[in-house]
């Protein structure tokens, strides 16, 4: 027997696809989760984090196919199991009651659709950055002189548009709410949930993924409120601070210059 | 007590079903449903109309043939019963009770309420026993079994095959009668030896027969009128995915 | 007709090893070339379904059930017997070999009941080998309790479900014979005639319940594991669809029938609580240990029981047994709680009942101990009657719940229409006139995996290698016909009375008349009163519906018309038997204290009934039962 016929042939081997791949996707989120939190941090952190990304090439690619085709495994699968299970009762009862499923698990389609049209969404602003035009997508310079993108200013910016946060809001609200059902079905898939940790599993899980929720909107409403501001002269119209030296210029025209500067010794 | 019926007909799975109303009238809240069921019986052969069929033996609880969907939960409103246990005093004076029969692909439809539970038995007849002799047993006593796992082994066994898990499940799954029936033998030491080939075997019955996928919900487990527990099914998959790979490897002793 | 036991030659312990060792044997090869019908597949047919293909026979395995799992040996509570020892508590198999037939008050075949305790050891092997969980001490070893009728702790057990686990067990073994190919299983098969070729059973006629389809299935023989016949009496522990058809088929093609009189009444049921009633439910007897039981003393006093004050009382058992009391035997029990509510002593709205009174043992107890022995019995009974227990006392009222008699069968298991075989409570052969509790999985099980195979061979070895008959042979035909003929009758009867209505008033006569309590007068009126409701069934059933499909009402036409013909002669037996003994009660033949009366002169004998035709009198014959290892004593509880 091969292993891909047990993970997409088997109706156990197909769970364990999903529980793998919601794994990986779990991992992913939950870095990506402490990626941003540098936020909170000099705008240089997170604009190093987010060059150092950039920088790694082909890795990066790597890393982008993997995740690609995680997703793709985790929705194909998933589609499959749904078509499959409409078959299995192909009329249904007149009148059915819910006894214990959780809404979470029972709207595991819907999250699923939201988050994916936000993952697209997502992509298309930061990654494409098609979604808002060239002065969405500012520069900047760190303090060793690297010029790199501001993914700082791009966030803060991003969030202060009320209906782009409120609709990250919603999509991270499912997507925790996705993982509330996930977290605890992927240990049950792979044979993990025993009844020592069961209950400690459930508890963990639901805690995860408040946390999680909590940890994206920790941003959100930092930006709204002002809490982080954006500090690139370039986008907000004036100097970051007063006895700045990182770029010795004090004025708009100066960051300009220096910008172009380094721009030119790159090239 | 009076109830108002709208009870699913259906000559055959060939043919189109639907509900017909009936009344039953002055019951006695001590009444078991299928007694009720009965009586309605006994009213429309006196008038000459075909009885409702349904499936029904030890009436006790045990044997696991009653299998109505009632008011849209698998042996009625009660938690832990079988249809045969669910009483009259469980619904109210001028309810409306729906009553529709276990309804999955897997399960076709005989007759109204009856339907056919064979892929069960299919499921059993693929790895659900230990291969010993009759005759060539060791003593009972040779192979010591802790309480726990004994007990643990029974918490599993005590499944009546009724399929109330299959009806309960959103996707007509059958996990939790088969990972009963796997994490019974799979637990005991006389099952070690067959353990592999057993989920394999009997998980691709159950695929074969057209059951759903888990999405752990676990309807099943609520439904269940023996209440086993959905903490098999973790057990069930784990042995899978171990047989799986061994048998990718084509592990061996040495 | 001379009714040849054939029982085997040696001391009474090595009866079965020498047979065994001396039988017959089919050749590996040729053991395909033999194929077996076995009809039912709970503990006795699952089992041999399960070992003969095992054994390389081509088998076919018959139920009416959807599943073979949902024979109703499946209901069966309290546990199994065997002889193993394993608490050093003195056990043996002559032990439990006396305890059977003492039981049964000498009215069992000692050859078969010793051979059932010797192997009664192996079952516990083989059912622990399946997987079985039995219940467990802490150290692992195998757990027991104690039962009626026994001064050791013999009886394994698996939680309150002994008999599903067994079943199940034996379901799993039959499941792997199917999976593997020697073993046919046809479910939603009902037979409904035997068919019998140059006086030599040779095949069945059955009707597929779902598609009303009729089938004929011919085999070198037919082996029958159907159960009892005590849903004759209508409300009975059995399953609602247990039946007597595929034994009294048989028994009308020439089988006789044993013993058909011998009832077990089971003392603590709950109560019937209305006309709508279907089912009886058993309480286990172990609650006798800690309840009182008690009738008012004043005829017709409808007080509820706490308002009776302790002085107006019957503790009844208490009173007439002061040694054991409570725990008098089942049918003292069952018989001295129907003279109670015969008084007008009775209690709950149908006056067929009497108390259950724990509250003696709460004040002495506590509460939590009760809960603890008893809380799963307590939640039943309030599932089923709505009443707490600890509050107020149970009513309980016996009921019929197994019988006795059966087929009559060698030792061998052949009835005497060579080629049928008959085993578990279908055969009548190892309780004698009572069977003690947990004995039942016992038998089912001894004879299903190690009796018939061992003994099967003897008759096979020498039916010779040919093809089986052909279905299209004139005995099938003719089969067919009569098959085709009754259900076409009930169907085009058309007639006023539901089915339902007959087997109701059946079951009132058998209760009244052949219940706990028999007596000549009452056996000759109900032999008279069965006789006209037949008549009047075959006049008067409406059977709705059509042949050829799910016809539930066509299916019980079928089996409450054999039981009309079977109810008399039960009552025939009871009253040709003119002694007490064990389930049969005759009120002509008791001590003056009330205790049962047996005639170990006129009547250490098997009565076996030849079936001579329809409305005709049956005959009766005997087998006598010599008792070289026990000795005649009269059964004391006071």
């Known amino acids: 027997m091969n292993i891909l016929h047990v993970l997409f042939k088997t109706s156990i081997g197909k769970k364990v696809a999903m529980a793998v791949t919601g794994f990986i996707l779990f991992g992913f989120v939950i870095g990506h989760l402490s990626g941003n939190l540098q936020i909170f941090a000099h705008p240089d952190k997170i604009n190093g984090y987010a060059h150092l990304l950039e920088s790694l090439g082909p890795a990066l690619w790597v890393i982008r196919l993997f995740l690609i085709v995680t ?67 500012p520069m900047t310079v760190l303090a060793d002189g690297t010029v790199v993108r501001d993914v700082h200013s791009m966030m803060v910016l991003g969030f202060q548009n009320p209906l782009l946060a409120t609709c990250y809001l919603i999509s991270v609200g499912l997507l925790s709410w996705h993982l509330r059902h996930g977290l605890v079905s992927m240990f049950q898939s792979i044979g993990l949930r025993t009844r020592p940790w069961s209950r400690f599993l459930e508890r963990v899980s639901v805690i995860f993924c408040v946390l999680y929720f909590l940890g994206n909107a920790l941003i959100v409403v930092a930006a709204m409120t002002g809490q982080i501001r954006i500090q690139n002269p370039l986008v907000a119209g004036y100097a970051c601070r007063d006895a700045c030296d990182v770029c010795g210029a004090i004025n708009t025209e100066a960051i300009v210059e220096n910008v172009d500067v380094a721009k030119d010794n790159q090239s | 007590m009076n109830v108002k019926l709208r009870v699913w007909r259906q000559k055959n799975n060939d043919t189109e079903g639907g509900f017909e109303n009936y009344e039953a009238k002055d019951l006695n809240p001590n009444m078991s449903f299928l007694e009720m069921l009965d009586v309605v019986n006994e009213n429309l052969t006196d008038d000459g109309s075909d009885p409702i069929a349904f499936a029904y033996d030890c009436r006790e609880g045990i044997c696991g043939t009653c299998s109505c969907m009632i008011d849209g939960k698998p042996h009625g409103p009660e938690t832990g019963v079988a249809t045969c246990q669910t009483y009259m005093r469980s619904f109210k004076d001028g309810d409306t009770i729906t009553v529709e029969p276990f309804k999955a692909k897997a ?47 029974m918490d599993a066994a005590a499944c009546i095959g009724c399929g109330a898990c299959v009806a309960a499940c959103k996707n007509s799954s059958a996990m939790l009668f088969v990972s009963a029936k796997a994490g019974q033998l799979n637990l005991l030491p006389q099952g070690q030896p067959e353990k592999d080939t057993r989920v394999l075997n009997m998980v691709a019955s159950m695929d074969e027969a057209g059951f759903g996928n888990c999405t752990n919900q676990y309807e099943c487990s609520a439904a269940c009128p023996k209440l086993i527990s959905e903490e098999f099914f973790s057990k069930l998959n784990r042995d899978y995915m171990k047989a799986s790979v061994k048998t990718l490897f084509k592990a061996k002793a040495l | 007709m001379i009714l040849d036991p054939k029982i085997p030659e040696g001391p009474l312990a090595d009866k079965w090893k020498n047979h065994v060792d001396h039988g017959k044997l089919v050749n590996p090869a040729n053991k395909r070339k033999y194929e077996i019908i076995i009809v039912g597949s709970g503990l ?64 069992s075949r000692e050859a078969n009941v010793h051979r059932l305790a010797e192997v009664s050891t192996n079952i516990i092997d083989q059912c622990v080998a399946q997987g079985v969980p039995f219940a467990r001490e802490y150290g692992g070893t195998l757990s027991n309790r104690s039962f009626g009728g026994a001064q050791v702790s013999r009886t394994f057990y698996a939680r309150g479900q002994t008999g599903q686990q067994l079943l199940l ?117 172990s609650l006798r240990n800690d309840g009182r039981i008690w009738a008012p003393e004043k005829v017709g006093d409808k007080r509820p029981p706490n308002e009776i004050p302790e002085d107006e009382r019957d503790y009844y058992l208490e009173r007439k047994y002061p040694s054991f009391g409570n725990l008098a035997p089942r049918d003292i029990s069952s018989r001295a709680a129907k003279e109670a509510c015969d008084e007008g002593r009775g209690v709950g709205e149908t006056g067929l009942g009497v108390y259950l009174d724990f509250s003696d043992a709460i004040k002495r107890l506590g509460e939590d101990t009760i809960r603890e022995r008893y809380g799963n019995l307590f939640a039943i009974y309030k599932e089923i009657t709505n009443e707490s227990a600890y509050e107020t006392p149970m009513r309980i009222y016996p009921a019929v719940h197994y019988t006795m008699g059966g087929l009559w069968v060698d030792y061998n298991l052949m009835s005497n229409l060579p080629g049928l075989f008959v085993m578990g409570e279908a055969n009548f052969s190892d309780h004698g006139a009572n069977r003690l509790g947990a004995s039942a999985l016992m038998q089912g099980l001894a004879d299903g995996y190690f009796v018939l195979p061992n003994t099967l061979p003897h008759y096979l070895a020498d039916v010779p290698r040919e093809p089986a008959p052909s279905i299209d042979g004139p005995e099938f035909v003719a089969a067919e016909g009569e098959v085709m003929e009754r259900t076409g009758k009930f169907l085009n009867n058309n007639g006023t009375k539901s089915v339902k209505s007959f087997h109701k008033r059946l079951g009132e006569i058998m209760w009244n008349y052949c219940g706990m309590a028999r007596t000549k007068e009452g056996l000759e009126k109900a032999i008279e009163l069965i006789q006209q409701l037949r008549e009047e069934f075959w006049r008067d059933v409406r059977v709705p519906g059509e042949g050829k499909e799910l016809n539930q009402a066509l299916e019980q036409a079928g089996r409450v018309a054999d039981f009309l013909e079977l109810g008399e002669l039960m009552c025939r037996d009871a009253l040709a038997r003119e002694e007490s003994c064990g389930g049969h009660f005759r009120d002509e033949h008791q001590y003056p204290d009330g205790e049962a009366m047996r005639d170990d002169e006129a009547f250490a004998h098997v009565a076996a009934w030849e079936f001579k035709g329809e409305n005709e009198v049956p005959e009766r014959h005997v087998e006598p039962l010599d008792y070289e290892e026990t000795k005649f004593t009269t059964r004391s509880y006071k």
């Open chain 1, 71 to 137: 997703v793709v495994v985790h929705i194909w699968v998933a589609v499959q199991l749904t078509f499959e299970n409409r078959a299995a009762r192909p009329d249904g009862y007149q009148k059915q009651i819910t006894l214990r499923a959780t809404l979470a698990s029972r709207y595991m389609r819907w999250s699923g659709f939201v988050v994916l049209a936000f993952i697209v969404y997502h992509i298309l602003h930061f990654t494409v950055r098609v979604t808002h035009g060239p002065g969405a997508y």
């Open chain 2, 107 to 153: 399960f076709p439809i005989v007759k109204d309420l009856v339907t056919d539970r064979e892929a069960f038995d299919k499921i059993q007849q693929a790895g659900g026993f230990v291969s010993v002799r009759t005759g060539a047993a060791p003593d009972a006593n040779a192979i010591p079994i802790g309480k726990d796992i004994a007990d643990l082994a």
């Open chain 3, 44 to 107: 006795a047919g699952a089992s041999a379904a399960a070992t003969l293909g095992e054994l390389g026979y081509s088998v076919k395995c018959f139920s009416f059930h959807d599943s073979p799992r949902r024979a109703h040996s499946i209901a069966a509570q309290g546990g199994i017997n065997a002889a193993k020892n394993y608490q050093n508590d003195g056990d043996s198999v002559y032990r439990l070999f006396y305890d059977t037939i003492k039981g049964g008050d000498y009215r």
């Open chain 3, 169 to 285: 067990g034996a379901y799993s073994a039959l499941s792997r014979q199917i999976g593997l190919g020697t073993v046919e299983m046809f479910c939603n098969q009902e037979m409904l005639e035997l068919v019998v070729v140059n006086g030599e059973a040779k095949g069945i006629i059955t009707r597929n319940v779902n598609t009303g389809e009729i089938q004929r299935h011919s085999a070198h023989a037919v082996v029958l594991g159907t159960g009892g016949y005590g849903n004759v009496f209508n409300l009975s522990t059995y399953a609602r669809n247990s039946n007597a058809t595929a034994a009294w088929r048989a028994h009308r093609k020439g089988a006789t029938f044993a013993n058909p009189c011998y009832t077990q009444i089971h003392p603590t049921c709950i109560p019937v609580s209305g006309d709508y009633q279907s089912k009886l439910t058993l309480m286990s007897e």
